[in-house]
């Protein structure tokens, strides 16, 4: 059990990062950024082959300011000699993601992620941690066809919990992946994640499909985080679907240290509205859980375990 958890856990940046690489390939429309007229020459010129450019759904964000809210849970140690704890977690997040380059049949893409994860302990053993997280991410793509693409990312991540002096800690994720087109409103998507966790080495194999049924409705079913997004205008969008949280982060205990992860899976409905041009405003609501603080990653990890829970998301994103 504990075993599984720690995995579930661990998959959580990693498939942030599959994510960052794919939506381009999926969802990049022919305007990007305001005077990048090379870049968006190159992308009209290229053979790549944009999945939503006939769908009304915006496409997936290239930037974002996201703000994610869980008010007091209670965790219960798997240790039943330690007392409960009581958490509140505030978590904020910057980041973009574009092409560098664009040639006929390839593209180079960079990214960055900076998040402050603020994790407030009402009562328990634990203290209050502050964890920052700068993930930047470079990738190469390649419209090997007109049916399929292939893509290779690397993404070094840095992270330290600053409250507490902690120490900074490194790991980071490579992958490959690619996208099958087996029809124009439907695509699969496949692949492998390699992670080196403060030390740990892990594989993950990645699958799952993209399909538009309708101008005005996308359907993801990239395993684990259903996602579907309906456009009842072209100002409105309503959105459901499973999406992780959390922080990982190497902390010292007296003399010795130790990794600490804070996660949880969400479930969640949310509103966006078009505030000006290509900038929306999303809000969400829905249920955290599978939320669990855990110190370790072995079978001896001391692990806090929490019942579902809230979780209010509020984001400035911009969808090209």
């Not at 939506?23 to 990007?32: G, I, T, W």
């Not at 005005?216 to 259903?226: D, T």
């Not at 949310?270 to 999303?282: A, E, Q, S, T």
Request: hydrophobic residues 45%; aromatic residues 12%.
């Amino acid at each position: 059990m504990v075993a599984s958890f720690s995995m579930r856990l661990s998959l959580i940046p990693a498939m942030r990062l599959v994510l960052l690489v794919l939506f381009v390939a999926v969802s990049l429309p022919c305007s990007l950024f305001a005077g990048m007229q090379e870049i968006l020459d190159g992308l009209k010129a290229s053979e790549f082959r944009f999945a939503r450019s006939g769908s009304e759904v915006p496409f997936l964000p290239a930037g974002w300011l996201t703000h994610q809210y869980y008010p007091d849970a209670s965790f219960e140690a798997n240790l039943e000699i330690l007392p409960d704890a009581e958490v509140q977690e505030n978590a904020t997040s910057l980041g973009a993601f574009m092409p560098l380059s664009v040639q006929s049949r390839d593209m180079v893409l960079v990214g960055v992620d900076l998040s402050l994860d603020r994790i407030k302990v009402q009562s328990g053993p634990f203290r209050d941690q502050d964890v920052v997280r700068l993930t930047p991410v470079a990738a190469w793509m390649r419209q090997v066809n007109r049916n399929n693409l292939v893509a290779a990312f690397a993404a070094p991540i840095f992270s330290k919990e600053v409250r507490n002096g902690g120490e900074w800690g490194t790991g980071g994720y490579a992958g490959v992946v690619g996208l099958h087109w087996r029809s124009d409103t439907m695509q699969w998507v496949y692949g492998a994640v390699y992670e080196n966790s403060f030390g740990r080495d892990r594989f993950y194999p990645y699958l799952g499909l993209q399909w538009n049924p309708h101008p005005r409705l996308s359907v993801s079913l990239v395993i684990p985080w259903p996602t579907i997004t309906y456009a009842p205008g072209e100002d409105w969008i309503l959105q459901m679907g499973i999406s992780p949280g959390g922080s990982s982060w190497v902390s010292r205990q007296d003399r010795y240290e130790v990794t600490e992860s804070f996660g949880s899976w969400n479930l969640a409905a949310g509103l966006g509205r078009r505030l000006y041009g290509h900038f929306w405003l999303v809000g969400s609501a829905g249920l955290a859980g599978l939320r669990a603080w855990q110190l370790g990653e072995d079978d001896s990890a001391l692990r806090y375990e929490a019942k579902p829970g809230a979780v209010f998301t509020l984001a400035l994103q911009f969808r090209p």
